[in-house]
């Protein structure tokens, strides 16, 4: 059991590649290790997925639920990428999970497409952090570890 899932969701293992004028020059493990030596500091644990496949991070999230498993989880941390405009899936399995859930975008998301102002499961989260690059992460990770140790 993790203290915090990261969730990363399509296209972004992608991350140094794909339009690094939005998304940066880092790749998704080089976000993966500043969240992870932030986690260490903070003294809690944390745990990564990413997935393409919408079934795969309803999956995941559904086990996130089970307390006790291997793969539970107190806080979710979600980039849920392109499914964050289209999937009642994922709104529906976040729902079922009921730590502290933080969204979080790379890029501000207000300041792009109309398409992707709509989230489906922001009306789920605790809060949302967007804009900001891995800093969006690394915020997440700071508030859903003060939720956790205010729970
Ligand atoms: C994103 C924003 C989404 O609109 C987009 O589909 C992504 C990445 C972000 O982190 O900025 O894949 O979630």
Same mark, same amino acid.
């Given at each position: 059991m993790n203290d915090i899932l990261v969730i990363n969701g399509p296209n972004l293992n992608m991350f140094g590649k794909r339009e690094p004028e939005i +998304?940066? %020059?880092? $790749?998704l493990a080089d976000y993966e290790a500043k969240i992870d030596a932030l986690c260490s500091e903070l003294g809690k644990t944390c745990g990564f997925f990413q997935s393409n496949h919408e079934g795969e991070l309803v999956t995941v999230i559904q086990n996130a639920? #089970?307390?006790?498993? @291997?793969?539970? %989880? #107190?806080a979710i941390v979600i980039n849920? %990428? %392109? +499914? $964050?405009? $289209?999937?009642i899936a994922m709104r529906d399995a976040l729902s079922l999970f009921l730590g502290p859930k933080i969204e979080v975008h790379v890029s501000n998301v207000m300041k792009? @497409?109309?398409? #992707?102002?709509?989230?489906?499961?922001s009306a789920v989260c605790d809060g949302i952090i967007v804009g900001l690059g891995v800093n969006s992460y690394l915020l997440a990770v700071r508030a859903a570890n003060d939720l956790l140790d205010q729970s």
């Amino acid at each position: 059991m993790n203290d915090i899932l990261v969730i990363n969701g399509p296209n972004l293992n992608m991350f140094g590649k794909r339009e690094p004028e939005i +998304y940066g %020059a880092d $790749t998704l493990a080089d976000y993966e290790a500043k969240i992870d030596a932030l986690c260490s500091e903070l003294g809690k644990t944390c745990g990564f997925f990413q997935s393409n496949h919408e079934g795969e991070l309803v999956t995941v999230i559904q086990n996130a639920v #089970r307390a006790g498993t @291997e793969d539970a %989880a #107190r806080a979710i941390v979600i980039n849920a %990428a %392109a +499914y $964050t405009h $289209t999937s009642i899936a994922m709104r529906d399995a976040l729902s079922l999970f009921l730590g502290p859930k933080i969204e979080v975008h790379v890029s501000n998301v207000m300041k792009r @497409e109309q398409f #992707r102002h709509q989230s489906f499961i922001s009306a789920v989260c605790d809060g949302i952090i967007v804009g900001l690059g891995v800093n969006s992460y690394l915020l997440a990770v700071r508030a859903a570890n003060d939720l956790l140790d205010q729970s």
